[in-house]
C-alpha cells in the first residue's frame, strides 16, 4: 500500500505570501503528526492530530501557521505572510496510535525568498 | 530544560568498533520510547522500538532507566552503513494524548 505522501515535494514562495502544504497519511492511521526541520536540526514538533481534533498545538511557533485535518484523512499546513525563517523541511508523519511506528513522508523543502 | 536531549556528535568511529548513545528526557509520564535513524536529507524510519525490559535486534541494543529517565542505543561491529543520525523519541502526555517528541539526533560517522 502507499506510504505517507506530502505535497508539494518542494515550494519556492517570495515573503509574504501564504503556502499550504499537503499531507496523505497512510489509510487507517488515527495519528498524525507535522514536524519541522532546518538544515542540521533536529525535528521540531509543531502539531498532532488524533482523528480530526488537535488535542496539541503547542508547538506551532506563531499564530501565522494553522493546520487542520478532515474526515480522519488528509491535513493541510497553512503559512500565512511567510517570512525567511520559515525556510526548512516541513515533515508530516503518521501512525496507527501514538505509541506505534510513525511513518513519514518525504517532505515538503520550503523555501521563502 | 529540553523535552528530550542528546549528545549531537559527530562520533567518528572505525569499522567493527563498538559505540553508545544516551538519551535523557523530563517527562516522568511517557509511556513509550523509540529509536529512529535519519540518513543525510531522508526522512526519518524507524530503528527500533525500546521495552522496560531492554531489547536486542542484532547487532542493536536498546535499554531504558525510568528511575533515571534515560535510555541508550548500542550498536556492536559498526558497518559503513551504519552512518546516519539516530534520533531518540519519547512519548510525554499531553492533554490527554501522548505525542512523540524527537531528540535533535546524534551523528555517527563510521570510516574504514
Known amino acids: 500500500g502507499a506510504g505517507v505522501s506530502q505535497s508539494p515535494s518542494n515550494k519556492v514562495t517570495e515573503k509574504g505570501k501564504d503556502v499550504e502544504l499537503r499531507c496523505d497519511p497512510i489509510?487507517?492511521?488515527?495519528?498524525l503528526y507535522w514536524y519541522r526541520q532546518s538544515l542540521g536540526q533536529g525535528l521540531e514538533f509543531l502539531i498532532y492530530?488524533?482523528?480530526?481534533?488537535?488535542?496539541?498545538k503547542s508547538g506551532l511557533p506563531s499564530d501565522r501557521f494553522s493546520a487542520e485535518r478532515t474526515g480522519g484523512s488528509v491535513s493541510t499546513l497553512t503559512i500565512q505572510r511567510t517570512q525567511q525563517e520559515d525556510s526548512a523541511v516541513y515533515l508530516c508523519?503518521?501512525?496507527?496510535?501514538?505509541?506505534?511506528?510513525?511513518?513519514f513522508g518525504q517532505g515538503t523543502r520550503l523555501t521563502v525568498v | 530544560r529540553k523535552e528530550v536531549e542528546q549528545d549531537p556528535g559527530p562520533f567518528n568511529v572505525p569499522e567493527g568498533a563498538t559505540v553508545a548513545f544516551n538519551c535523557t528526557y523530563s517527562?516522568?509520564?511517557?509511556?513509550?520510547f523509540f529509536w529512529y535513524r535519519q540518513d543525510c536529507r531522508k526522512e526519518p524510519k524507524l530503528l527500533m522500538s525500546?521495552?522496560?525490559s531492554g531489547n536486542e535486534d542484532g547487532r542493536f541494543t536498546a535499554q531504558l532507566n525510568r528511575a533515571s529517565q534515560y535510555i541508550s542505543l548500542l550498536i556492536r561491529d559498526s558497518k559503513l552503513s551504519d552512518s546516519a543520525t539516530y534520533l531518540c523519541?519519547?512519548?510525554?502526555?499531553?492533554?490527554?494524548?501522548?505525542?512523540?517528541?524527537f531528540g535533535a539526533g546524534t551523528r555517527l560517522a563510521v570510516h574504514p
Open positions: 508523519a503518521s501512525s496507527v496510535q501514538f505509541d506505534t511506528e510513525a511513518f
Open positions: 489509510s487507517g492511521h488515527t495519528a
Open positions: 492530530f488524533q482523528g480530526n481534533s488537535a488535542p496539541d
Open positions: 517527562n516522568s509520564a511517557s509511556q513509550s
Open positions: 525500546v521495552y522496560s
Open positions: 523519541v519519547v512519548t510525554p502526555l499531553s492533554g490527554g494524548y501522548n505525542k512523540l517528541i
